[in-house]
């Protein structure tokens, strides 16, 4: 069995950071899954794809309103997935959700990529 779990997430302001986290734990063939990433969904949207890590390579694959803003990275020790949010704007408020796949189907167009494990989700709010 898979397990995603996020954690932080929480308030910030316009122009503020957020990291969130994701612990990958269960049974994989490897020590981690080939693909894990971020979603999210703002109320009355569609959820769309953030970032994703080919976590084989550290290869890193960003939707166009996350690049240069965030960042994704992993910590191999920890079986951890961090998404690093800087300058964040209002429009950023949504819940993120952290996902995987077995498959390593990933790749440079993150909206294509189609995970099969899901976390349950962490709020990020940004407002004044």
């Known amino acids: 069995q898979v397990r995603l779990t996020e954690s932080g997430g929480g308030s910030a302001q316009p122009g503020g950071s957020q990291r969130l986290s994701c612990k990958v734990s269960?049974?994989?063939?490897?020590?981690?899954?080939?693909?894990t990433g971020w979603f999210r969904q703002a109320p009355g949207k569609e959820r769309e794809a953030v970032a994703v890590m080919a976590t084989y390579d550290d290869s890193a694959y960003y939707s166009d309103s996350a690049k240069g803003r965030f960042t994704i990275s992993q910590d191999k020790a920890k079986n951890t997935v961090h998404l690093q949010m800087d300058n964040l704007k209002p429009e950023d408020t949504a819940m993120y959700y952290c996902a995987s796949d077995r498959f390593g189907a990933c790749g440079p167009v993150v909206s294509a990529w189609d995970p099969e494990y899901w976390g349950q989700g962490i709020q990020v709010t940004v407002s004044s």
């Open positions: 269960g049974s994989w063939a490897y020590n981690q899954p080939p693909c």
